[in-house]
């Protein structure tokens, strides 16, 4: 069984930066997709960022893409998401999720999930 534990979340004001991450408790050469997904309260689920662990491809929705970036850490069981310019819109509650499939934006193709690390962005 796969478990993601992330950290970073907080507090913040509009325009500023935040830097996710999340572990894996296995080597991720066996997971092949890493991503984001955020909930906002009364919302459903959404898709933010994913990236194929043994090409690097990345993937965002369009409402962060030009303002985030989806990496691979040196540890190989860790993977980061920054965010920038961050929006009101931006709070959420974010989670890391893991598959061993191609990359997807769908919620129900990752089986593994983190608890999830709050992101409160004031305007």
């Known amino acids: 069984q796969v478990q993601l534990v992330e950290s970073g979340g907080g507090l913040v004001q509009a325009g500023d930066s935040l830097r996710l991450s999340c572990v894996a408790s296995?080597?991720?050469?066996?997971?092949?997709?890493m991503g984001w997904f955020r909930q906002a309260p009364g919302k459903e689920r959404e898709f933010v960022a994913a990236?194929?662990?043994?090409?690097?491809?990345?993937y965002y929705a369009d409402s962060v893409k030009d303002r985030s970036t989806i990496s691979r850490g040196n540890a190989k069981n860790t993977v980061y998401l920054q965010m920038n310019s961050l929006k009101s819109e931006d709070t959420a509650v974010y989670y890391c999720?893991?598959?061993?499939?191609?990359?997807?934006?769908?919620?129900?193709?990752?089986?593994?999930w983190g608890r999830g690390t709050q992101v409160t962005v004031s305007s």
């Open positions: 999720a893991a598959s061993r499939s191609s990359p997807t934006v769908h919620a129900s193709d990752y089986p593994y």
């Open positions: 296995e080597r991720t050469f066996s997971l092949y997709t």
């Open positions: 990236i194929n662990w043994s090409n690097g491809v990345t």
